[in-house]
């Protein structure tokens, strides 16, 4: 049991560092986005594109077996963030 405990947990340990290392990554392409928009006077937040990804997203979550309410409430999540991000920058150009 106890062998088998640590070899999950260290999977855990693997997808949660892939998790990380992935939003990372996101972070760094929206921050672009982000001076773009900037740049360009367009407004941090797109709530049509939102919308466009949340749908997206709750079907590959369905598809994956994921709960669709838990991954539009993570993606919901990330978004807030990114979007506070983009305000930040926003009134720094
Ligand atoms: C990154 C963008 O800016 C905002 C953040 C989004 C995101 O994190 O996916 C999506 C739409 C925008 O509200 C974008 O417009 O593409």
């Known amino acids: ?13 693997n997808i949660d560092a892939a998790v990380v290392h ?11 986005v982000g001076h773009l928009k900037a740049n360009h006077q367009l407004p941090p937040a797109d ?19 994921l709960d669709p309410a838990f991954a539009e409430k993570l993606l919901t999540f990330i978004i ?3 979007i506070r991000h983009h305000e930040t920058i926003a009134k720094s150009s």
């Open 47 to 65: 709530p049509d594109r939102e919308a466009r990804q949340i749908a997206r997203l709750r079907q590959l979550a369905e598809n994956a077996k």
């Open 22 to 32: 992935m939003l990372a990554e996101r972070f760094k392409c929206t921050q672009q």
């Open 1 to 13: 049991m106890r062998a088998e405990l640590a070899r999950l947990r260290d999977s855990i340990d």
């Open 80 to 82: 807030a963030e990114v």
